[in-house]
C-alpha cells in the first residue's frame, strides 16, 4: 500500500460524494469518484487502489454486479459497500460477492472513517505477511511462498484448500470471519460447499496445528459469526 492511499469512491448521490471525499482528504487519502456504475467498473477493474468505497444502487451497473466481475476477475482490492437499502438479502448477498464490509445509509462520518481504517490496516497486513513470506505461531512455521507448514520442526501434510484456509486466516489475524466470507475468498462465491465445508476444514487444522483440538487457542470460534486466528 502507498504512504497515501488511494481510494475509489463509486457513488452517484452529489452531496454524498462530496461530504464523503472532503473528510477523506482530509486524512490525507487521495481520492478518484465515479458517479455511475460502468466508470466506476473500468477503475475499479485496473486493481491500482487500497480500497473502494462502492455504492450498491448505480446507474448502468449496480454495485452487486460490480463487486462480483472484480472478484471475478480476481481482484482483491478491499470493497466497503453503501446502500440505503435495509433488507438483510442485501448485506448477506454482498458479503456473498466479496464485499469486505457494509454499511448502511444514513451513517456516522466517523463510523465510516473508522471502517476505512480496518480495512486499510488489513490490506497493509495481509501484504507485510506474503512479502515477507513466512509467519510463525505456537510451534508452528508457515512459508507462504513454497506452501510448507510445520510443527515442533516436522512437515505437515495440509490440503491445498487447508493451506489456503490457514492463510487467509492467518493474514486476517485478529479479525472475525464468517463462514461465508470463507467459503467466498477460500472456495469462490459461486463454488458448491456450503458452510459445513468450512467448518471441517477448520477441524482437520485444528487437529494438525493445535495443541489440543478440544480448546483451541489460534483457531478459534466466535458463536454466532464465524471464526478467529490468533497468533
Request: glycine share 8%; with cysteine; proline share 3%.
Amino acid at each position: 500500500m502507498s504512504e497515501q492511499p488511494e481510494i475509489l469512491l463509486i457513488e452517484d448521490e452529489a452531496g454524498l460524494v462530496m461530504t464523503i471525499r472532503d473528510r477523506l482528504e482530509e486524512e490525507r487519502y487521495k481520492v478518484q469518484v465515479a458517479k455511475d456504475g460502468e466508470k466506476g467498473y473500468q477503475e475499479a477493474s485496473k486493481g491500482s487502489f487500497d480500497l473502494i468505497i462502492l455504492d450498491l444502487m448505480l446507474p448502468g451497473k449496480g454495485g452487486l454486479d460490480i463487486c462480483r466481475d472484480l472478484r471475478q476477475q480476481g481482484i482483491e482490492t478491499p470493497i466497503l459497500m453503501l446502500t440505503a437499502k435495509g433488507q438483510v438479502i442485501d448485506k448477506v448477498l454482498g458479503l456473498k460477492l466479496g464485499a469486505d464490509d457494509y454499511m448502511q445509509k444514513p451513517f456516522e462520518m466517523m463510523e465510516l472513517m473508522a471502517r476505512v481504517e480496518v480495512q486499510l490496516r488489513k490490506k497493509k497486513r495481509a501484504k507485510e505477511k506474503v512479502e515477507i513470506g513466512e509467519f510463525s505461531f505456537a510451534d508452528v512455521h508457515l512459508n507462504f511462498k513454497k506452501m510448507v507448514v510445520s510443527k515442533a520442526g516436522e512437515v505437515l501434510t495440509l490440503s491445498a484448500k487447508e493451506f489456503q484456509l490457514l492463510q487467509f486466516l492467518v493474514e486476517n489475524e485478529g479479525d472475525i470471519l464468517t463462514r461465508d466470507q470463507l467459503l467466498n475468498e477460500v472456495w469462490g462465491y459461486d463454488a458448491l460447499p456450503s458452510t459445513r465445508t468450512v467448518d471441517v476444514h477448520i477441524a482437520w487444522l485444528r487437529q494438525k496445528l493445535e495443541e489440543d483440538s478440544r480448546y483451541p487457542k489460534h483457531i478459534l470460534t466466535v458463536h454466532g459469526f464465524g471464526y478467529k486466528f490468533v497468533g
